[in-house]
């Protein structure tokens, strides 16, 4: 009775391999991480479903933060030339005051109004202010070897409102302030 069970599975496998050999052998996986095969930009190595972009560093305020070596740098991808999309982490090296810069974006990805970040995580409230100016300031007292987290932070930029010309500032200059922006509160879209 075995003995036929064994034929009676070696026969299936037989006919199912003779039934696969008419087509072709499926192209080897090549490594790459992005479903886009069409996108005109190197890889970036990175796992997210959306096609490969090219991504842009950010300028940190090397006074107070740092990338660790093992985190994704804080950086930026600008679509369609009006929407920004930010991704990365920064450290705290020491404790840093509300108001510190913690990095600045160039002109072509400044938000158009001021845009709020928060960020809770393991009990500690994270949160920054990125002025119009592309600078982010921090909205509360962070302390050393503390993280803050970027990704899914993003906002139309100053183009998509239809500005001629930017603001601009330095990293260590004035930037706006909390008080001095209008937040506007979630909207239900749903």
């Known amino acids: 009775m075995r003995l036929l069970a064994l034929v009676a599975c070696l026969a299936l496998v037989r006919v199912g391999v003779s039934a696969d050999g008419d087509r072709t052998a499926a192209e080897p996986f090549n490594g790459a991480v992005h479903s886009d095969p069409g996108a005109d930009v190197v890889d970036d190595g990175m796992t997210e479903p959306s ?17 660790r070596k093992s985190w994704q740098p804080p950086q930026y991808h600008l679509q369609d030339g009006t929407y920004v999309r930010m991704r990365g982490w920064v450290s705290t090296i020491r404790a840093a005051a509300v108001g510190e810069a913690v990095f600045r974006l160039p002109e072509e990805a400044r938000p158009g109004r001021g845009e709020p970040w928060r960020v ?7 949160e920054i202010l990125l002025g ?26 100053w183009r998509a409102g239809g500005a001629d010309v930017a603001p601009t500032a330095e990293l260590g200059t004035g ?14 879209e749903l």
């Not at 809770?120 to 994270?126: I, L, S, V």
């Open 51 to 67: 096609h490969a972009v090219r991504w842009m560093d950010v300028e940190v305020n090397a006074d107070a933060f740092v990338t």
């Open 120 to 126: 809770t995580m393991k009990g500690t409230d994270r």
């Open 132 to 157: 119009e100016d592309g600078v982010a300031r921090l909205l509360r007292d962070i302390p050393a070897d503390n993280w803050l987290p970027l990704a899914g932070f993003a906002f139309n930029s």
């Open 175 to 188: 930037s706006v302030t909390y008080e001095e922006v209008e937040v506007q509160p979630p909207k239900d």
